[in-house]
């Protein structure tokens, strides 16, 4: 069947997928076409972590009720390992800073500083809790995070057809690699990019490395650094995955011919459906899983 032909019947497919929306049939079918033309050698992943590859909301162990899953800079402070004192801290950083991160009436460029110094104060602050590798390992076990149900389907696909994927994120990438080797999802095709912890001789914690990746400032982390461009130089197709419209700018430090938005929209669904609608070509509602993405690389060979 030709490529134009399979294209459509993906996103036939895709639209009787209850959680699914996409606002812009034609461009998404050319760029579909196109992946599926071209084939795996010449496509890779990009993904966020944080409520992309993990779940938003969990049911609550004890009381059944809906809260929000831990990201990877709110294990440490859910943990028994840290004091008292940097829950307290991490608390009033939060009721601080997010409410101007999720600030409709603010523009990027006007919460730039305050992500800035939001990531900046909460790395000083795991910092002077003087971590040793060993204490991330017994965090990661400890806090019960929920990855997004079907993750690992798409990530052993990639694994077994050698497609790269990336997980960048604006998290603790040293917790990231951790939560992802105890759940056996971390692939040598895999690479993170992340704000990765500096250690000292005794193994203890003593500074994040440069450049620090907050939500809004992606775009200015150049892949053509890393040691990972050489597995992605040649394929010139993105499938791109978020959840927040930050993280389009990801596939910005890389050049490519053509990169396929597909964003989960978790959570203020009315709100907030009108501008992913119209910023990612397919959109998942709702928190839902990973079958639309899985249905996608059954087309591809």
Not at 9 to 30: F, G, H, M
Not at 180 to 191: G, I, P, R, T
Not at 271 to 292: K, S, T
Request: include cysteine; aromatic fraction near 8%; hydrophobic fraction near 40%.
């Amino acid at each position: 069947m030709p490529a134009s032909l399979q294209a459509k019947a993906l996103v036939e497919s895709l639209l009787k997928i209850s959680t699914v929306r996409i606002n812009n049939v034609a461009s998404t079918t050319d760029k579909l076409q196109k992946i599926i033309q071209d084939g795996r050698r010449n496509f890779h992943f990009i993904s966020d972590f944080d409520m992309t590859m993990s779940r938003h909301w969990v049911r609550n162990k004890k009381t059944d009720a809906l809260e929000r899953n831990s990201s990877s800079h709110g294990i440490p402070a859910r943990s028994n390992i840290m004091s008292a004192e940097y829950k307290k801290e991490t608390d009033r950083l939060y009721n601080t800073y997010y409410p101007i991160e999720i600030d409709r009436t603010m523009s990027y460029e006007e919460k730039v500083p305050f992500m800035m110094k939001w990531w900046q104060e909460a790395h000083e602050s795991i910092v002077k809790q003087k971590l040793s590798k060993h204490d991330l390992q017994a965090m990661a076990e400890q806090v019960n995070i929920e990855f997004r149900a079907g993750l690992d389907r798409v990530l052993a696909n990639c694994r077994d057809s050698q497609v790269p994927f990336l997980v960048f994120s604006a998290g603790i990438g040293n917790i990231i690699e951790e939560l992802l080797k105890q759940a056996n999802l971390l692939y040598d095709n895999m690479h993170i990019v992340s704000n990765m912890m500096m250690f000292d001789n005794d193994g203890i914690c003593i500074d994040f490395k440069e450049p620090l990746i907050h939500v809004f400032n992606k775009s200015e982390f150049q892949l053509e650094t890393t040691p990972y461009f050489k597995q992605i130089e040649q394929r010139k197709n993105v499938i791109l995955m978020g959840d927040s419209l930050g993280d389009l700018q990801m596939s910005q430090g890389v050049s490519h011919d053509l990169c396929l938005n597909i964003g989960f929209l978790n959570h203020d669904i009315k709100a907030l459906e009108p501008a992913y609608a119209n910023a990612f070509d397919i959109v998942i509602q709702g928190d839902a899983n990973m079958d639309p993405v899985i249905e996608i690389l059954s087309y591809l060979e």
